[in-house]
């Protein structure tokens, strides 16, 4: 009897150890697969905490920055929410409002991930992201999101853009608060 439980919990025991190798495997797998991939952090900050957040990112992925700049640059009166004829406002409530932005990634084809950061506004991504994603290719890419908030969290930003641009592989979403 003793004898059949010692060969029992032996071959449990190589099984589990087994499985442990094998996950571990994998893990590995998906962490050099992550490395081999050309990522980028593409970000708006009107105030820089998401600026500091894409930072941290980049550091993570070892990815390459750029960010999203408006054409005409957010003043604090801009960003006032509290005021219903501030700029952030009008445009939130226009959800065909695209900001101008100051250029393009030109070297967005090189990536095989993109990261895309904003801070939340009512609930969702400001309306320059829009403009960003409008204004490149992104097919044949992951599609990441990353947001800075007050107090909303990141799901309904990132099911709103995953809806809003079905024809793109979305993948993970991440709140980076302090």
Not at 106 to 124: K, L, R, S
């Amino acid at each position: 009897m003793a004898a059949i439980l010692s060969f029992c919990l032996t071959a449990c025991s190589q099984n589990n150890n087994k499985k442990e190798n094998k996950e571990a495997s994998q893990n590995t797998e998906t962490k050099e697969d992550k490395e081999m991939k050309k990522t980028l952090i593409a970000y708006f900050s009107a105030t820089g905490n998401t600026k500091a957040a894409a930072q941290k990112l980049a550091k993570e992925f070892n990815a390459d920055l750029y960010e999203i700049t408006p054409e005409q640059p957010y003043t604090d009166a801009d960003l006032d929410w509290r005021d219903k004829t501030s700029r952030s406002t009008i445009e939130m409530k226009d959800k065909s409002s695209r900001p101008a932005i100051k250029g393009r990634c030109e070297n967005i084809a090189d990536y095989d991930v993109v990261w895309i950061g904003f801070p939340v506004w009512w609930y969702t991504a400001p309306t320059i992201i829009n403009t960003f994603i409008e204004a490149h290719d992104l097919s044949g890419k992951t599609l990441n999101v990353f947001a800075t908030s007050g107090g909303s969290d990141v799901k309904d930003s990132a099911n709103d853009l995953k809806n809003a641009y079905p024809q793109y592989t979305w993948g993970e979403s991440r709140l980076m608060n302090h």
